[in-house]
């Protein structure tokens, strides 16, 4: 098990900054780090964020945060919040002619790549995932927009499809975090399938976090939670202890509300209560 402790990276230069960066990661011999921020960076959708900020309370701790907000292409960010907004592609190919063909919005903070094996993703991004997201990270940079990289684990069955469970520590195998943080300026685990499992979870994030910290120093690393992941129901005492556990090791976390639809079809109803009592139990 790696052992290492991570705090916050600090951004490459583009876009003007409404929050102050967070630190760059740090390590030495001595192994020690700076300490984390006062509150973790949330990556939320549109829809999450307007229904967590209904919440005062909430609304007022994400206000005290770092809020990257995710964008379908052609939505507009809230206006009740301030964020770095962020438009969403589950392909590179997508993405590199939205940047270049100029329907990037002004004022756009990144761009967020999300690769997994779907029929969103066409199938030789599948197969070849840093590719896809180093020739994104080369468009989104010419045009001053930061690059956030989201691989599912669900890739081990297009990477590596003889691998046995659990998937996690295949996509460990892989080491795909650390060549998408190498050209990438966020990477997201997405650990949030583990989350009933406390130990699981952290070690996998733990793990995870290594890998892309050690191609980049720089690179910030958020980890997955979802209020409404496959299986089993969570609850707020599941997820509040998964960011405790993980709160040294990551910069903030992309808390997913999911619903049914056209990507997640086995979803059950949102549950944005559960993503508020969790961010109410937090300090």
Known sequence: MLAA?????????????????PQPRTSGASGTSLPPRRSPAWLLTRSALSQLTADPAVRA????AL????????????????????????????LEAAVTGGRVPAGTYGVLYDPEAWSFTPVAEQRDP?????????????????????????????????TRPPRWQAFLGLNLLARLAAVADIVEIQAQSLERDTAAYTAFVQAATS??????????????????????????????????????????????????????????????DIAI?????LP
């Open 211 to 272: 890998q892309a910290s050690t191609a980049n120093q720089r690179i910030i690393v958020l980890a997955g939670l979802s209020t409404n992941p496959p299986g089993a129901p969570v609850n707020r005492q599941q997820l509040t202890a998964a960011v405790q556990a993980t709160r040294f090791m990551v910069d903030g976390y992309w808390l997913n509300v999911p619903g049914q639809g056209a990507r997640c079809p086995t979803c059950r109803a949102p549950r944005p």
């Open 130 to 162: 840093v590719l896809a997201a180093t020739r994104a990270a080369a468009v989104a940079h010419a045009h001053g927009l930061r690059l956030i990289v989201t691989p599912a684990l669900n890739l081990t069955t297009v990477l590596a499809p003889e």
């Open 61 to 64: 701790k994400l206000r005290g």
């Open 277 to 281: 009592q969790t961010l109410q139990s």
């Open 67 to 94: 809020v990257y907000e995710i964008l379908q292409p052609g939505q507009r960010p809230l206006a009740r919040i301030t964020a770095k907004p962020v438009i969403t592609f589950a392909s590179a190919a997508a």
């Open 5 to 21: 402790l991570w705090v916050l990276a600090a951004c490459s230069a583009a876009a003007p900054e409404s929050h102050s960066s």
